[in-house]
């Protein structure tokens, strides 16, 4: 009988021992995330993310779906979070592909950069990137973070842009996303470039329903929205100029890492780019957005369909 326990406390201990050598001992917070193909780690698999907001989830469907479509093995861990969070694991290897934006990216990597128009933002982009990781080609869509007041606001303040706004700042409560409180072309842009400094800033979404609502309540009365957002059209609102070029361009880029991005990869993602323009994308957003509220994966699927991509 003892015997027999020792024995049973020697296997249970063998497991164990099995079971932490397969987890690694590692904390990866992205490790088991997502959905998508599952199986062993290979060499040819491709890790796709997204961030946390609509827009950013079905590019990631569409670079996912588009390549699967030509036999690549896809894994998908989308909606992780801002790019702070999601950054890390394109270094680390626990991400292979995410769709970006040149402009908000480039300041990411480079709090100083200067660069405003698309080609010049693009080209100081790539040199910007750690060393295992590569942007393909950039597409003409753009989506700009941009400042958003209600048609009302802007009539009693005759503001047309954040110049106009900027002697009432003090007046008045933003909202947006908690990283766009610190980000370079956030708040410490707006009163760098236009001295407006807000009354109080309300961390709410990146461009989701509460910004929106506290937009439309009044509980906010300018707010940080993306400028492909169907909200800002389906409720009136006003987006400011930025005459000074606060927010740089913007284009939707694949940026992957070196070692995945075959042949075939760059050719499946450089074709998606070719045909992704603003109004696209702006029409992808209403898809997600209207009454039916498909999911994202067949919101990408449609758009894939109808553009000979998959």
Same mark, same amino acid.
């Given at each position: ?32 995330? @997502? ?31 588009? +390549?699967?479509?030509?036999?690549? #093995? ?30 908000? /990216?480039? #300041? *990411? ?12 933002? *693009?080209?100081? /982009?790539?040199?910007? /990137? ?27 303040? @005759? ?48 461009? @989701? ?11 906010? #009365?300018?707010?940080? +929205? ?40 760059? #050719? ?7 045909? /992704? ?26 758009? +894939? ?6």
């Amino acid at each position: 009988m003892r015997r027999s326990l020792i024995a049973r406390t020697a296997a249970l201990t063998a497991i164990a021992a099995l079971a932490l050598t397969a987890c690694g001992g590692g904390g990866n917070p992205l490790a088991n995330s @997502g959905s998508g193909s599952s199986g062993s780690a290979s060499a040819d698999k491709i890790i796709v993310g997204s961030a946390n907001f609509t827009e950013s989830q079905i590019l990631g469907e569409i670079y996912a779906q588009a +390549l699967e479509a030509k036999g690549v #093995q896809v894994e998908k861990k989308l909606n992780i979070g801002s790019r702070e969070t999601y950054f890390p694991g394109l270094q680390d290897g626990s991400i292979d592909l995410i769709p970006e934006y040149t402009g908000v /990216l480039l #300041q *990411y990597l480079n709090k100083n950069a200067t660069e405003t128009a698309p080609d010049a933002v *693009y080209t100081a /982009l790539q040199s910007a /990137l750690p060393q295992n990781l590569t942007v393909l080609d950039k597409s003409a869509a753009e989506d700009k973070d941009a400042v958003v007041v209600t048609r009302e606001t802007a009539t009693r303040l @005759g503001a047309r842009s954040i110049a106009d706004l900027a002697p009432n700042c003090g007046q008045l409560v933003f909202g947006g996303p908690p990283e766009f409180q610190t980000r370079p072309d956030g708040i410490p842009g707006i009163q760098k470039t236009y001295n407006c400094t807000f009354k109080e800033y309300r961390a709410l979404d990146a461009g @989701g329903p509460l910004t929106v609502s506290a937009l439309k309540n009044g509980d906010v #009365q300018a707010a940080d +929205l993306f400028t492909t957002d169907p909200s800002i059209v389906a409720n009136d609102f006003v987006v400011l100029d930025d005459p000074k070029s606060n927010f740089a361009a913007q284009n939707v880029v694949p940026l992957i890492n070196k070692a995945k991005a075959s042949d075939t990869v760059k #050719q499946v993602l450089n074709g998606i780019s070719a045909k /992704l323009t603003t109004a696209e994308l702006t029409k992808l957003n209403a898809e997600a957005a209207s009454d039916q509220k498909p999911p994202v994966a067949t919101v990408a699927k449609n758009w +894939l369909s109808q553009n000979g991509l998959a």
